[in-house]
């Protein structure tokens, strides 16, 4: 089975609104691949959607049930080999992530993290490109 990080740009895509990313937690939630996350990444998640001065300004009761929501499809690992390889700092969990979980992908919109293509052996990709290799049979 497949086995991917989503990026929080691409859960809050996916929960807003349709297109792409929408389809990618669809096929997560059929199971038709196996996500992993963190707890820091579902915190930077909360903190996104919770953040008064944010665009999505959500109350703490709507961003926990997204984070919920996210905690139903998703596995949820413990990073434990940290790296420095992003230019964002922020950006080294997704990896982190990817490491502990064994994803073979990261999804993604953030154009840094696009730019590595790879990081060992987890292969860095935008949705549309994650989905045309899921559902094209890839593995």
Same mark, same amino acid.
Request: with cysteine; proline share 4%; net charge neutral.
């Given at each position: 089975?497949?086995?991917?990080?989503?990026?929080? &740009?691409?859960?809050?895509? $996916?929960?807003?609104? =349709?297109?792409?990313? /929408?389809?990618?937690?669809?096929?997560? /939630? /059929?199971?038709?691949? !196996?996500?992993?996350?963190?707890?820091?990444?579902?915190?930077?998640?909360?903190?996104?959607?919770?953040? %008064?001065? $944010?665009?999505? !300004?959500?109350?703490?009761?709507?961003? +926990? !049930?997204?984070?919920?929501?996210?905690?139903?499809?998703?596995?949820?690992?413990? %990073?434990?080999?940290?790296?420095?390889? @992003?230019?964002? %700092?922020?950006? &080294?969990?997704?990896?982190? @992530?990817? =490491?502990?979980? $064994?994803?073979?992908?990261?999804?993604?919109?953030?154009?840094?993290?696009?730019?590595?293509?790879?990081?060992?052996?987890?292969?860095?990709? &935008?949705?549309?490109?994650?989905?045309?290799?899921?559902? $094209?049979?890839? +593995?």
């Amino acid at each position: 089975m497949i086995v991917a990080v989503y990026d929080t &740009n691409v859960i809050i895509s $996916g929960t807003f609104w =349709l297109g792409a990313p /929408k389809r990618a937690i669809w096929l997560a /939630k /059929k199971g038709a691949v !196996r996500v992993v996350t963190s707890e820091p990444l579902l915190s930077e998640l909360f903190d996104v959607l919770s953040r %008064p001065e $944010g665009p999505f !300004r959500l109350s703490t009761e709507e961003a +926990k !049930r997204v984070v919920q929501d996210v905690r139903s499809y998703a596995c949820v690992v413990r %990073p434990i080999r940290k790296v420095e390889v @992003c230019r964002d %700092p922020g950006d &080294n969990a997704i990896i982190e @992530c990817a =490491l502990a979980g $064994g994803a073979q992908y990261i999804v993604t919109g953030d154009a840094d993290l696009l730019s590595l293509g790879r990081f060992e052996d987890v292969e860095i990709v &935008n949705v549309s490109s994650f989905i045309s290799a899921l559902e $094209g049979g890839r +593995k």
